[in-house]
């Protein structure tokens, strides 16, 4: 039988500039624009095989980690493959010869290699290799930026995973969302230096989706307009700027302003919504000191920390400067899971900066775990196609490993 | 020898509407007006005598709780003394035959019955004792709006403290400080079913003191300008209406989202400023459960929380629903100190809103101290003149009570 199949993997993405507003919930229309870098597929991905034939059952079918889920009528996945179809149809209304694949059913089958524990989103990596892999599976002429419309229709930040390096996503004018799209401002080998740490951060209580987190915030915050409308915009351009000349200080001071800006809307909403901790605040006084030591050294920013919707941390830092900010986090924030240390920074020497004071750390230290683990990357490429020894489907359109 | 004293005692007060910010550091004028309500003296006070007398040696003492302090050259108490001597000046030139005071050494002592560790600002009442006593000493013809002004350079919230039951204290305009004031929105009797349950939380960690906090957060922060010109001012207006109306749901509303955007442009704070800890968020998530139970129920708002710059909540809550508050305080949060229940309010019988949800609260609840006291009083009068039986110095002005 004729089968086709493509077998991609997509990027995690970490905003700098954050995401956090709808002015469109159905088309998934940001309030702001936002910027990102994008994580190392090397150590964070989704792996996404789609698949198609004319032999196949009638209806779509998804699996996500080998358990199928529902394709529901209207919901947003079938929005993206509804989009995706027609851009094959029109692939195949200039090209007689094309096989038919947008009447065909779809076997979709994908795959994060990070536990759901470890905090991460994986709806933006997820969308993104679920667009890219069927863009590759019905071979469309479409740039990263037009997939990038329909993965942001099927979780906002995912358009931003269409790219590597640093990447802004654009909130665009139109009604109708076609200019609210991802751009790359910088790719991965303009800035490799760009290293990552992710401390995931143990919470007992489960907090408030981003979802219905942010039209909360949109619907009661008295301060979201000016952050959105005077606050957001400078900083786009800022951060644009400061990636374009690889300065690390701008970045990191943009970086952590907008994280925590991010979190004052949070807290302005009615409920308020908390997502920083006790642990999280603690890794941030720690971040803080030592940049308060680095500039009293006359050195330039070490470090920047950002928060998304939940107690993790992901700090940014210089590969050069990765070795004394593990080293401390591990100092201050033992982890009840190993490291596994893909750069090799705990054997490196490094030194603090001058002057950097403990105290800003409690008495004692926390507790083993109150960081559960440690994430090592850095800033990486875009989607990757795959050889199709990689694929996650048997012949038949089955994941070759179900739960 | 001629000897004068007067013994007074003046109240804490907890803001509604927050001050954060001073537009003029040195008259202390803030960037926006605030609201508080007055606390009762019979529970929380600070006592202070002022006394005079031409045989005292030169120069002038002042002791708290027993301990004698430097009246630093150019501080804010010898401001406020400069100022009160200059109106005792302005009696004594209309009256030849008013002692000359003025000319004279004064001896003060001040002492709070609240522990520090209690976590309270007792700059507020503190200075507002010293001026209002030193007022009855010289026999001052200010009214209470005016003594403000005084108390106001001392310690910009103790302005407050001259009034009780509700107060605004007014920005004002001019340059020189002379509308910045405080003026009573309605006394204590207007609506003497406002209680208020604070909850004393510990935190291992030192926050940032007020006082540098603040011109930090009007430095750096890009929320602050918009909070101050656009959101305090109607908020000014609501709580004013809500309070002559009697209307607790409006007064509560607008306490809680004033306090969290005080918190939020705190956090948009370069370093950022965090006050409220984990056990913090827990109490807030309490009320906030708490409340939406009551409005699910068909009832209004039961209460309000609201956090000044420490850890510790404040609860206003109507008189009839507070055996249910402290009791629910009581039981998701076991403190380490005995309650001494001054309204009897632990042997009332109570309910929660029908459909309360306990799973806001962590599993096992917290551990016993995590609030460490209660300390339940309600809206109180303003300065009190006590008898001179109730003087802290002797006839020689030292302090009967020494540390």
Request: with cysteine.
């Amino acid at each position: 039988m004729a089968r086709y199949e493509a077998t991609v993997s997509a990027p995690v993405n970490i905003a700098c500039i954050k995401y956090w507003g709808k002015r469109n919930t159905a088309l998934i229309l940001p309030t702001n624009s936002s910027l990102s870098v994008t994580l190392s597929q090397d150590h964070l991905r989704s792996t996404t095989t789609s698949s198609t034939s004319q032999e196949y059952e009638q209806g779509d079918r998804l699996w996500l980690n080998g358990r199928e889920e529902e394709i529901s009528k209207g919901g947003r996945t079938e929005v993206c493959l509804a989009a995706l179809r027609q851009w094959r149809r029109e692939v195949e209304d200039k090209d007689s010869a094309a096989p038919k694949m947008s009447e065909w059913p779809l076997r979709i089958a994908s795959y994060n290699n990070f536990p759901t524990a470890a905090g991460l989103a994986s709806s933006a990596s997820g969308l993104a290799a679920l667009v890219y892999s069927i863009s590759q599976l019905y071979q469309l002429p479409q740039t990263p930026s037009q997939l990038s419309l329909i993965a942001r229709q099927g979780s906002g930040s995912a358009c931003r995973s269409l790219f590597g390096g640093f990447v802004a996503w654009e909130m665009g004018e139109r009604d109708d969302g076609a200019d609210s799209l991802a751009v790359q401002v910088a790719d991965r080998d303009h800035w490799p230096e760009i290293h990552a740490l992710i401390c995931v951060v143990s919470d007992a209580k489960k907090g408030t989706s981003s979802t219905s987190g942010m039209q909360k915030t949109v619907a009661t915050s008295t301060l979201l307009q000016h952050r959105i409308k005077h606050v957001v915009p400078p900083r786009m351009t800022e951060i644009s700027r400061a990636i374009t000349a690889k300065d690390f200080t701008t970045f990191a001071r943009l970086t952590m302003a907008d994280s925590n800006s991010f979190h004052a809307v949070c807290l302005d909403t009615s409920p308020p919504i908390f997502y920083l901790n006790d642990v999280s605040r603690a890794i941030i006084s720690v971040i803080e000191e030592l940049n308060r030591a680095a500039l009293a050294s006359g050195a330039g920013l070490v470090a920047a920390y950002t928060f998304d919707a939940g107690p993790n941390a992901v700090i940014y830092a210089l590969e050069k400067d990765m070795p004394m900010i593990v080293q401390t986090i591990n100092e201050f924030f033992p982890q009840s899971l190993d490291f596994p240390d893909p750069f090799g920074v705990l054997a490196q020497p490094s030194a603090r900066p001058e002057g950097f004071n403990k105290a800003v750390v409690r008495e004692g230290g926390w507790e083993k775990g109150a960081v559960s683990r440690l994430i090592h990357t850095a800033v990486g490429d875009g989607p990757r196609r795959l050889p199709d020894s990689e694929s996650l489907l048997d012949v038949k359109g089955v994941p070759k490993t179900l739960v």
